[in-house]
């Protein structure tokens, strides 16, 4: 049963020259899609506006049946779509906890705790890093407090953009399961933009493949990792017509 569900949807920044052109996206509870393309194919675009930080252009978006608000990055997290930015988007002068509790606002006052804890048994590297400023921590640290602060607003879509920009694969590597994990016990539903394909479809269930805008084809992750040649048929645009 699909939780996400992109219909027909036309994205980018000009009505007249879209950037994603009729993409048609569904992700069902606890699955988790590898969405990859090369640069400019429109990934990052495209998670924008789900997310509601850009206009929608055209088309329709829902989570679990009900149509989300276009342009509306309130509506859409309202809705459960979270995403996680490719620059993580830190309070960097706040500290780790603090960031972490700005996601527990709308938590009860006695689950505020269960929350915080929950965030240092996702990422323990996270435990002794509360009180220092997010700006201070390590790039993989940013990472796992970005995730972690997107997981505890308990999306039923989580978005990622660029899981491992800038990251050691040892970093990316202790952040999967974690996704998997989630996946898996709260049948969160995960897009995961990710430049590193053989990490991201040891991860994934189901690759989309982005190019130039549209869905050059997509297929069961083992089946791609088995034949990586055909990503790069694709990125190139040399792949036979499915
Ligand atoms: N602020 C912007 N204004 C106008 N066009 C933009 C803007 N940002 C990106 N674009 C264009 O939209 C297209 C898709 O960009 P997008 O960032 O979505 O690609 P991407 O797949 O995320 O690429 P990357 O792998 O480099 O992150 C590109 O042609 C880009 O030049
Ligand atoms: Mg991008």
């Given at each position: ?200 479809l ?18 069961p992750?083992t089946e791609l990792a088995a034949d990586l040649?055909r ?12």
């Amino acid at each position: 049963m699909s939780v996400l569900q992109a219909t027909a949807l036309d994205a980018g920044y000009r009505s007249d020259s879209p950037v994603v052109r009729g993409i048609d996206l569904s992700v069902d509870r606890g699955e988790i899609v590898a969405l990859l393309g090369p640069n400019g194919a429109g990934k990052t675009t495209l998670l924008e506006t789900l997310s509601g930080l850009l206009p929608r252009l055209g088309g329709a978006v829902s989570v679990d049946g009900n149509p989300v608000r276009p342009g509306d990055p309130r509506a859409a997290v309202r809705a459960g779509l979270v995403l996680v930015p490719d620059d993580r988007a830190l309070f960097r002068g706040l500290t780790c906890e603090q960031n972490l509790r700005l996601a527990v606002g709308s938590y009860r006052r006695a689950d505020v705790a269960a929350g915080l804890a929950q965030a240092r048994e996702w990422f323990p590297a996270l435990d002794k890093r509360m009180k220092v400023a997010a700006g201070q921590v390590s790039g993989g640290e940013q990472q796992m407090l970005a995730i972690a602060r997107a997981l505890l607003q308990r999306p039923k879509v989580l978005l990622i953009d660029e899981l491992s920009m800038g990251l050691a694969p040892v970093i990316v590597e202790s952040i999967l399961p974690v996704l998997r994990g989630v996946a898996a016990s709260e049948g969160t539903a995960i897009v995961l933009v990710e430049q590193h394909v053989r990490l991201a479809l040891d991860v994934a269930d189901r690759a989309v493949v982005l190019v130039h805008g549209n869905i050059a084809f997509e297929c069961p992750a083992t089946e791609l990792a088995a034949d990586l040649g055909r990503l790069e048929s694709a990125y190139l645009g040399t792949s036979a017509p499915a």
